[in-house]
T-cell receptor, first 113, second 115 residues
């Protein structure tokens, strides 16, 4: 019940295209859903996060869509750029608890020029 | 912008040896975490630390692991007797407080290699 399932494992997108990564969770106590971006040899960096009281959040080219009833959320990267090539992790946590993050398996995104 | 720093960036040790990984959190952040990432795998929670005590630990965090804030600023992870399977990236993370602000800031990590 603590798992967060992420797909796809890898993704190749042409420059200018839309990258879509999906995650699903089971624990209804989760109330905070961040996405992290990680470049090789670096620590995860927070990209964007959402709470279940909204269905969508947009920051620049990055959008999270959230479906509470389906317990799913997704990251959309619009106008994907080669500099977006990285590994993306979704995560979930319960803010009423210790706030530990449960991460998905990660998606390696390659944006081709 | 304040950052989380970790030392060393890479630690190579022999199996059975003790290692101490160090983290300097962002000033006035109150919640501290250690995570690990085995090469090519997802990031896994190890332990959370608040108010000078462990608030939660995972199954991975067995008796060989310990954490402390020895001087009120640094936050350390000690592995008493390393095993080959401890080889991973170890990330320190912290956040200001609980409740509505749950943003965790990660350090650059320490790569631990156990031979």
């Amino acid at each position: 019940q603590q798992q967060v399932k992420q797909s796809p494992q890898s993704l190749i997108v042409q420059k200018g295209g839309i990258s879509i990564i999906n995650c699903a969770y089971e624990n209804t106590a989760f109330d905070y859903f961040p996405w992290y971006q990680q470049f090789p040899g670096k620590g995860p960096a927070l990209l964007i996060a959402i709470r279940p009281d909204v269905s969508e959040k947009k920051e620049g080219r990055f959008t999270i869509s959230f479906n509470k009833s389906a317990k799913q959320f997704s990251l959309h990267i619009m106008d994907s750029q080669p500099g977006d090539s990285a590994t993306y992790f979704c995560a979930a946590s319960s803010t009423s608890n210790t706030g530990k993050l449960i991460f998905g398996q990660g998606t390696t995104l390659q944006v081709k020029p | 912008e304040p950052e989380v720093t970790q030392t060393p960036s890479h630690q190579v040790t022999q199996m059975g040896q003790e290692v101490i990984l160090r983290c300097v959190p962002i000033s006035n952040h109150l919640y501290f975490y250690w995570y690990r990432q085995i090469l090519g795998q997802k990031v896994e929670f190890l332990v959370s630390f608040y108010n000078n005590e462990i608030s939660e630990k995972s199954e991975i965090f067995d008796d060989q692991f310990s954490v402390e804030r020895p001087d009120g600023s640094n936050f350390t992870l000690k592995i008493r007797s390393t095993k080959l399977e401890d080889s991973a990236m170890y990330f320190c993370a912290n956040k200001r407080r609980g409740g509505s602000l749950n943003e965790q800031f990660f350090g650059p990590g320490t790569r631990l290699t156990v031979l």
